[in-house]
């Protein structure tokens, strides 16, 4: 598995209040503290930095949120790179001074009005990501969604009293915010996948990636070629490019993957788990060759010569 991170920050708007606006500032960032100076007169504070470094991912403006709508912000972390650099900065250094942190953190600003009163809400939201021996996992600290109060004037006819006069508080909440990580990982126990739940991420993955290198046609029989079975979608997209072929997929219940350069046929049929079957009743399929791996159905376009 890629030891890269991939998740979504989530940014929710809810409560009575007109529709948001605001900013959402994503950055990773790398850095040794002294865990011993985080508090202040009894306040907690953030705890001083030996060395920080910082890296922008994303900055995202929100014009319109309406109340109960969420935006999502997505990102990815390279976690064998990012602990590789705290290394490099660390024999820099010629120490490991503090403790070392890993972490994607966000910044967001959201405005929104009640009854004629604007109110804005700032929080900082952090997912940090912890290495050990090849593996990682995961876990954030979100600020508490704030609540605001706001008295709203209502006119009536005549006669009215205080409590008609003054409408009760309109309670609004800015800026519920959660974090989504899922991603392709060596890990432990926390966000642990099953192996048909791997093998299918892997090929879903594999597919999206390589879409451009693949069209979807008809492949004709093999007449005489031989046949080269190869373990990954990747492997062949490899075979593709290095010979300046197409990746012709036939969209069957069986799908498979060809790329035919010359008299030689090179194939990848994706195992039952990748294409969503139950493994424990359908063995996985590793290979094999047919007489004929012509489509029944295609439904995009195909090269103009296949050979």
């Known amino acids: 598995m890629s030891p890269e991170l991939?998740?979504?920050?989530?940014?929710?708007?809810?409560?009575?209040?007109?529709?948001?606006?605001?900013?959402?500032?994503?950055?990773?960032?790398?850095?040794?503290?002294?865990?011993?100076?985080?508090?202040?007169?009894?306040?907690?504070?953030?705890?001083?930095?030996?060395?920080?470094?910082?890296?922008?991912?994303?900055?995202?403006?929100?014009?319109?949120?309406?109340?109960?709508?969420?935006?999502?912000?997505?990102?990815?972390?390279?976690?064998?790179?990012?602990?590789?650099?705290?290394?490099?900065?660390?024999?820099?250094?010629g120490a490991?001074?503090?403790?070392?942190?890993?972490?994607?953190?966000?910044?967001?600003?959201?405005?929104?009005?009640?009854?004629?009163?604007?109110?804005?809400?700032?929080?900082?939201?952090?997912?940090?990501?912890?290495?050990?021996?090849?593996?990682?996992s995961v876990s954030s600290s979100l600020t508490e969604s704030q609540t605001y109060e706001a008295t709203e004037t209502i006119e009536v006819p005549a006669g009215p009293t205080p409590l008609q006069q003054y409408g009760g508080p309109v309670?609004?909440?800015?800026?519920?915010?959660?974090?989504?990580?899922?991603?392709?990982?060596?890990?432990?126990?926390?966000?642990?996948l099953t192996d048909p739940e791997r093998v299918r991420l892997e090929y879903s993955q594999a597919r999206s990636d390589l879409d451009k290198w693949i069209s979807v046609?008809?492949?004709?029989?093999?007449?005489?070629?031989?046949?080269?079975?190869?373990?990954?979608?990747?492997?062949?997209a490899n075979v593709a490019i290095?010979?300046?072929?197409?990746?012709?997929?036939?969209p069957d219940a069986t799908p498979r993957f060809v790329v035919l350069d010359d008299d030689v046929r090179y194939i990848y049929d994706p195992p039952a788990a990748a294409r969503g079957e139950d493994t424990d009743d359908s063995p996985a399929v590793t290979g094999g060759t047919t007489p004929d791996d012509r489509t029944r159905d295609p439904s995009r376009n195909a090269p103009p010569d296949a050979e």
Not at 23 to 39: F, K, Y
Not at 171 to 192: C, P, Q, Y
Not at 242 to 250: F, K, L, M, T
Request: aromatic share 4%; charged share 30%; glycine share 8%.
């Open 6 to 93: 991939t998740g979504e920050y989530l940014v929710t708007h809810r409560g009575d209040a007109e529709t948001a606006s605001g900013t959402v500032d994503l950055r990773l960032v790398l850095e040794a503290i002294d865990e011993s100076g985080g508090s202040d007169q009894g306040e907690t504070t953030e705890p001083p930095a030996y060395w920080r470094e910082t890296r922008p991912i994303d900055s995202v403006s929100i014009d319109s949120l309406e109340p109960g709508e969420t935006r999502r912000v997505s990102f990815d972390a390279d976690v064998a790179e990012l602990n590789e650099r705290v290394t490099a900065i660390e024999d820099a250094l």
């Open 96 to 136: 490991s001074p503090g403790t070392t942190r890993i972490a994607v953190v966000a910044e967001t600003t959201l405005e929104a009005s009640v009854a004629d009163d604007r109110f804005v809400d700032t929080r900082t939201d952090r997912l940090a990501l912890e290495p050990s021996q090849g593996t990682y």
């Open 171 to 192: 309670l609004i909440i800015v800026g519920v915010v959660g974090m989504v990580a899922t991603g392709s990982a060596w890990r432990e126990d926390t966000l642990a």
């Open 217 to 236: 046609g008809t492949v004709p029989p093999r007449e005489g070629r031989t046949i080269v079975e190869l373990s990954s979608l990747r492997d062949l």
């Open 242 to 250: 290095d010979s300046d072929r197409r990746v012709i997929e036939r």
